[in-house]
């Protein structure tokens, strides 16, 4: 059996096997080789990659234009109106909360917006969610 092989950046990889067999294979967080700053830029270029390849850009945007769901750019560090439990509330967009809407969206739904975004939980494991909010976090 002939087979070929083809090399590509580790970012580009940990895409494809989010990707393989729908989405469930699950991708190590990269390894930390000096500090935040050392693997910073290729979990960011992964988190652009899984917008795409996750499809939140059929519902998130990233220059800040309305959708669906909440635009991304500017979000982190931000105060969000959301809706818990049917009263509104302000929070602040820090990693906790960005995580838990990852992985539970429904439990904060950002005021204006319907709870239609499925649970990522099981989805975003390892380095998948972490490299989404190193994304969002650049978007200002």
Partial sequence: MLAKAK???EAEFNV???SANGGGMKVPAPPQASGPEATAAPRVE???KLYK???CVVCHTIDGAPRIGPAWKGLYGSAVKVVTNGKERLVKADDAYIRKSMA???ADVVAGYPAIMPP???ILDGGL???ILEFIKGLK
């Fill in 129 to 131: 969610a972490a490299a």
């Fill in 104 to 106: 539970d969206p429904n």
């Fill in 7 to 9: 090399a590509v950046p």
């Fill in 120 to 122: 990522q939980m099981g």
């Fill in 53 to 55: 390849v996750k499809q």
């Fill in 46 to 48: 992964l988190g652009r």
């Fill in 16 to 18: 494809w096997l989010a």
